[in-house]
Protein backbone atom coordinates (compact mmCIF):
# COMPACT_ATOMS: atom_id res chain seq x y z
CA UNK A 1 0.00 0.00 0.00
CA UNK A 2 2.61 2.42 0.49
CA UNK A 3 5.43 1.79 -1.38
CA UNK A 4 6.69 3.82 -3.97
CA UNK A 5 4.86 6.76 -2.98
CA UNK A 6 5.74 10.28 -3.74
CA UNK A 7 2.67 12.13 -4.15
CA UNK A 8 0.20 12.69 -1.21
CA UNK A 9 -3.21 14.25 -0.31
CA UNK A 10 -4.57 13.42 3.56
CA UNK A 11 -7.92 14.58 4.15
CA UNK A 12 -9.33 15.01 7.48
CA UNK A 13 -12.44 15.42 9.66
CA UNK A 14 -13.69 16.05 12.40
CA UNK A 15 -12.71 12.27 13.82
CA UNK A 16 -9.33 13.65 13.94
CA UNK A 17 -10.14 16.63 16.52
CA UNK A 18 -12.65 14.00 18.80
CA UNK A 19 -9.79 13.09 21.08
CA UNK A 20 -8.90 16.49 21.38
CA UNK A 21 -12.39 16.83 23.21
CA UNK A 22 -14.05 18.73 19.77
CA UNK A 23 -17.49 17.28 19.13
CA UNK A 24 -17.67 15.63 15.58
CA UNK A 25 -20.67 16.88 13.45
CA UNK A 26 -22.65 13.70 13.45
CA UNK A 27 -22.68 12.81 16.62
CA UNK A 28 -24.93 9.49 17.89
CA UNK A 29 -27.97 12.16 18.18
CA UNK A 30 -27.24 13.77 15.31
CA UNK A 31 -26.75 17.45 16.66
CA UNK A 32 -23.75 19.02 16.28
CA UNK A 33 -23.09 20.31 20.14
CA UNK A 34 -26.72 20.82 20.60
CA UNK A 35 -28.14 21.85 17.22
CA UNK A 36 -29.53 20.43 14.23
CA UNK A 37 -26.66 21.32 11.07
CA UNK A 38 -28.92 22.83 9.14
CA UNK A 39 -30.11 25.69 12.24
CA UNK A 40 -26.24 26.85 11.90
CA UNK A 41 -24.35 26.02 8.96
CA UNK A 42 -26.94 27.47 6.45
CA UNK A 43 -26.75 31.00 4.55
CA UNK A 44 -30.44 30.79 5.62
CA UNK A 45 -30.10 30.19 9.06
CA UNK A 46 -27.42 32.89 9.22
CA UNK A 47 -29.96 35.47 7.11
CA UNK A 48 -32.80 34.28 9.84
CA UNK A 49 -31.03 34.20 13.16
CA UNK A 50 -27.63 35.74 12.88
CA UNK A 51 -27.74 35.54 16.54
CA UNK A 52 -27.87 32.67 17.43
CA UNK A 53 -25.25 31.65 14.23
CA UNK A 54 -22.45 34.38 15.25
CA UNK A 55 -22.93 32.97 19.09
CA UNK A 56 -22.65 29.81 18.10
CA UNK A 57 -19.34 30.12 16.23
CA UNK A 58 -18.29 32.23 19.37
CA UNK A 59 -18.99 29.14 21.06
CA UNK A 60 -16.65 27.44 19.34
CA UNK A 61 -13.94 29.37 18.39
CA UNK A 62 -14.02 30.36 22.41
CA UNK A 63 -13.60 26.11 23.23
CA UNK A 64 -10.39 26.32 20.87
CA UNK A 65 -8.56 27.83 24.09
CA UNK A 66 -9.14 24.74 26.10
CA UNK A 67 -8.18 21.92 23.42
CA UNK A 68 -4.48 20.98 21.78
CA UNK A 69 -3.57 19.10 19.05
CA UNK A 70 -3.59 15.18 20.09
CA UNK A 71 -1.17 12.52 18.34
CA UNK A 72 -2.44 12.56 14.68
CA UNK A 73 -2.26 15.98 13.93
CA UNK A 74 1.21 15.63 15.22
CA UNK A 75 1.86 12.59 13.53
CA UNK A 76 0.84 14.66 10.38
CA UNK A 77 2.77 17.90 11.30
CA UNK A 78 6.05 15.37 11.88
CA UNK A 79 5.45 13.93 7.88
CA UNK A 80 4.94 17.44 6.61
CA UNK A 81 8.02 18.55 7.82
CA UNK A 82 10.45 15.11 6.88
CA UNK A 83 8.21 14.34 3.19
CA UNK A 84 10.50 15.26 0.49
CA UNK A 85 7.42 14.75 -2.39
CA UNK A 86 4.57 16.60 -2.79
CA UNK A 87 2.10 16.36 0.52
CA UNK A 88 -1.05 18.58 0.84
CA UNK A 89 -3.04 17.96 4.00
CA UNK A 90 -6.96 19.20 3.08
CA UNK A 91 -8.75 19.65 6.64
CA UNK A 92 -12.83 20.39 6.33
CA UNK A 93 -12.51 20.94 9.99
CA UNK A 94 -12.43 24.63 11.15
CA UNK A 95 -10.59 24.45 14.10
CA UNK A 96 -6.97 25.35 14.18
CA UNK A 97 -5.00 22.12 15.49
CA UNK A 98 -3.55 21.26 12.68
CA UNK A 99 -1.60 24.36 12.56
CA UNK A 100 -0.68 24.47 15.79
CA UNK A 101 0.99 20.96 15.79
CA UNK A 102 3.20 22.50 13.28
CA UNK A 103 1.37 21.79 9.67
CA UNK A 104 2.28 24.19 7.00
CA UNK A 105 1.01 22.33 3.89
CA UNK A 106 -2.58 22.65 5.09
CA UNK A 107 -5.67 23.87 3.32
CA UNK A 108 -9.36 24.68 5.50
CA UNK A 109 -11.33 23.71 2.45
CA UNK A 110 -14.63 24.41 4.62
CA UNK A 111 -13.29 27.95 6.20
CA UNK A 112 -11.56 28.89 9.74
CA UNK A 113 -13.54 29.33 13.16
CA UNK A 114 -10.36 32.10 13.88
CA UNK A 115 -11.22 34.00 10.31
CA UNK A 116 -14.25 36.22 10.37
CA UNK A 117 -15.28 37.00 6.15
CA UNK A 118 -16.82 39.85 4.91
CA UNK A 119 -20.24 39.21 2.74
CA UNK A 120 -19.78 42.10 1.20
CA UNK A 121 -16.30 42.53 -0.31
CA UNK A 122 -15.14 39.08 0.18
CA UNK A 123 -11.89 39.71 2.58
CA UNK A 124 -11.20 36.98 5.19
CA UNK A 125 -9.32 38.65 8.46
CA UNK A 126 -7.80 36.80 11.21
CA UNK A 127 -10.32 37.35 14.41
CA UNK A 128 -9.96 35.38 17.31
CA UNK A 129 -12.36 37.46 19.85
CA UNK A 130 -16.47 36.83 19.69
CA UNK A 131 -17.41 38.23 16.49
CA UNK A 132 -21.29 39.90 16.89
CA UNK A 133 -23.53 40.38 13.77
CA UNK A 134 -23.24 43.51 11.93
CA UNK A 135 -19.33 43.73 12.83
CA UNK A 136 -17.76 46.62 10.35
CA UNK A 137 -15.07 45.16 8.36
CA UNK A 138 -11.93 46.81 8.12
CA UNK A 139 -11.39 46.32 4.08
CA UNK A 140 -14.82 48.15 3.23
CA UNK A 141 -16.16 49.66 6.22
CA UNK A 142 -19.58 47.85 5.62
CA UNK A 143 -21.52 46.29 8.64
CA UNK A 144 -20.85 42.88 6.75
CA UNK A 145 -18.48 40.05 8.87
CA UNK A 146 -19.42 36.91 9.46
CA UNK A 147 -17.73 33.77 10.89
CA UNK A 148 -15.45 32.29 7.55
CA UNK A 149 -17.53 29.10 7.17
CA UNK A 150 -18.56 27.42 4.52
CA UNK A 151 -22.02 26.81 4.96
CA UNK A 152 -24.22 23.78 3.19
CA UNK A 153 -24.90 25.14 -0.38
CA UNK A 154 -21.60 27.10 -0.21
CA UNK A 155 -18.42 26.58 -2.28
CA UNK A 156 -15.57 24.95 -0.63
CA UNK A 157 -11.98 27.21 -1.05
CA UNK A 158 -9.16 25.92 -2.71
CA UNK A 159 -10.99 23.13 -5.37
CA UNK A 160 -8.64 24.07 -8.18
CA UNK A 161 -5.81 23.30 -5.81
CA UNK A 162 -7.13 20.26 -4.23
CA UNK A 163 -8.08 18.81 -7.63
CA UNK A 164 -4.75 19.27 -9.15
CA UNK A 165 -3.08 17.82 -5.80
CA UNK A 166 -5.73 14.81 -5.95
CA UNK A 167 -5.05 14.54 -9.87
CA UNK A 168 -0.58 14.26 -8.91
CA UNK A 169 -1.44 11.37 -5.94
CA UNK A 170 0.49 8.50 -5.51
CA UNK A 171 -2.02 8.03 -2.30
CA UNK A 172 -5.14 9.45 -0.80
CA UNK A 173 -5.68 8.75 2.68
CA UNK A 174 -9.19 9.92 4.07
CA UNK A 175 -8.50 10.10 8.26
CA UNK A 176 -11.72 10.75 10.80
CA UNK A 177 -14.47 11.82 8.63
CA UNK A 178 -17.99 10.31 8.05
CA UNK A 179 -17.99 10.66 4.02
CA UNK A 180 -20.92 12.23 4.32
CA UNK A 181 -20.63 15.61 3.10
CA UNK A 182 -19.77 16.52 -0.88
CA UNK A 183 -17.54 17.59 -2.23
CA UNK A 184 -14.71 15.92 -0.31
CA UNK A 185 -16.67 12.63 0.52
CA UNK A 186 -15.80 12.54 -4.22
CA UNK A 187 -12.14 12.91 -3.53
CA UNK A 188 -11.33 9.41 -3.25
CA UNK A 189 -12.87 8.52 -6.40
CA UNK A 190 -10.91 11.29 -8.33
CA UNK A 191 -7.51 9.64 -6.20
CA UNK A 192 -8.83 6.24 -7.96
CA UNK A 193 -9.42 7.48 -11.23
CA UNK A 194 -6.21 9.01 -11.78
CA UNK A 195 -4.46 5.49 -10.16
CA UNK A 196 -3.38 6.64 -6.67
CA UNK A 197 -3.42 4.06 -3.54
CA UNK A 198 -6.57 4.57 -1.50
CA UNK A 199 -6.36 4.11 2.47
CA UNK A 200 -9.24 5.21 5.02
CA UNK A 201 -8.77 5.33 8.72
CA UNK A 202 -11.86 5.97 10.51
CA UNK A 203 -13.44 4.65 13.96
CA UNK A 204 -16.20 3.05 12.34
CA UNK A 205 -16.09 2.39 8.61
CA UNK A 206 -17.87 5.85 6.44
CA UNK A 207 -20.63 6.08 4.10
CA UNK A 208 -18.14 5.62 1.68
CA UNK A 209 -16.02 3.15 3.13
CA UNK A 210 -16.05 0.40 -0.32
CA UNK A 211 -14.71 2.83 -2.60
CA UNK A 212 -11.28 2.48 -0.62
CA UNK A 213 -8.58 -0.10 -1.38
CA UNK A 214 -8.07 -0.65 2.34
CA UNK A 215 -9.57 0.60 5.39
CA UNK A 216 -8.22 0.66 9.30
CA UNK A 217 -10.39 0.70 11.74
CA UNK A 218 -9.61 2.59 15.20
CA UNK A 219 -8.86 5.92 16.86
CA UNK A 220 -7.06 8.35 15.08
CA UNK A 221 -4.23 8.97 17.51
CA UNK A 222 -3.20 5.64 17.34
CA UNK A 223 -3.97 4.77 13.44
CA UNK A 224 -2.22 8.08 12.26
CA UNK A 225 0.98 8.09 14.05
CA UNK A 226 1.53 4.25 12.71
CA UNK A 227 0.81 5.33 9.14
CA UNK A 228 3.33 7.99 10.09
CA UNK A 229 5.81 5.31 11.03
CA UNK A 230 5.47 3.29 7.78
CA UNK A 231 5.76 6.50 5.13
CA UNK A 232 8.87 7.66 7.07
CA UNK A 233 10.10 4.14 6.99
N1 LIG B 1 -10.58 8.54 15.43
C1 LIG B 1 -10.96 8.36 14.13
N2 LIG B 1 -12.19 8.62 13.66
C2 LIG B 1 -13.09 9.05 14.54
C3 LIG B 1 -12.80 9.27 15.91
C4 LIG B 1 -11.47 8.99 16.33
N3 LIG B 1 -11.09 9.15 17.60
N4 LIG B 1 -13.93 9.71 16.53
C5 LIG B 1 -14.89 9.77 15.59
N5 LIG B 1 -14.40 9.38 14.39
C6 LIG B 1 -15.09 9.30 13.10
C7 LIG B 1 -16.54 8.93 13.18
O1 LIG B 1 -16.67 7.51 13.14
C8 LIG B 1 -17.12 9.58 11.94
O2 LIG B 1 -17.05 8.71 10.81
O3 LIG B 1 -15.06 10.61 12.57
C9 LIG B 1 -16.16 10.77 11.68
C10 LIG B 1 -16.78 12.14 11.94
O4 LIG B 1 -17.81 12.35 11.03
P1 LIG B 1 -18.64 13.72 11.00
O5 LIG B 1 -19.09 14.06 12.38
O6 LIG B 1 -19.69 13.57 9.96
O7 LIG B 1 -17.57 14.82 10.58
P2 LIG B 1 -16.99 15.16 9.15
O8 LIG B 1 -16.96 13.97 8.27
O9 LIG B 1 -15.73 15.91 9.35
O10 LIG B 1 -18.09 16.17 8.60
C11 LIG B 1 -17.92 16.71 7.32
O11 LIG B 1 -19.87 18.05 7.52
O12 LIG B 1 -21.27 19.43 8.78
C12 LIG B 1 -20.28 19.38 7.84
O13 LIG B 1 -18.84 21.12 7.27
C13 LIG B 1 -19.05 20.14 8.25
O14 LIG B 1 -16.73 19.66 7.77
C14 LIG B 1 -17.96 19.09 8.20
C15 LIG B 1 -18.50 18.09 7.23
Redesign the pocket.
Known amino acids: MIKDIRNIVMLT ?4 S ?2 SGLA ?4 PDGL ?1 EGHR ?1 EDV ?1 TPEALARHAELVHRFYDERRAKLAEVHPNAAHEALAALDRAWDGDLLIVT ?2 VDDLHERAGARRLLHM ?1 GELRSALCADCGKAVAWADPLPPQSVCGGCARPSLRPDI ?1 FFGEMPYEMDRIDAALRDADLFVS ?7 YP ?1 AGFVQTARHVGARTLE ?4 P ?1 AGSFYFEESRMG ?3 KLVPELVRELLG
Request: one cysteine or more.
Open positions: GAGIAETFRGWVCQNHVIGTSGAVALNLDSPAS
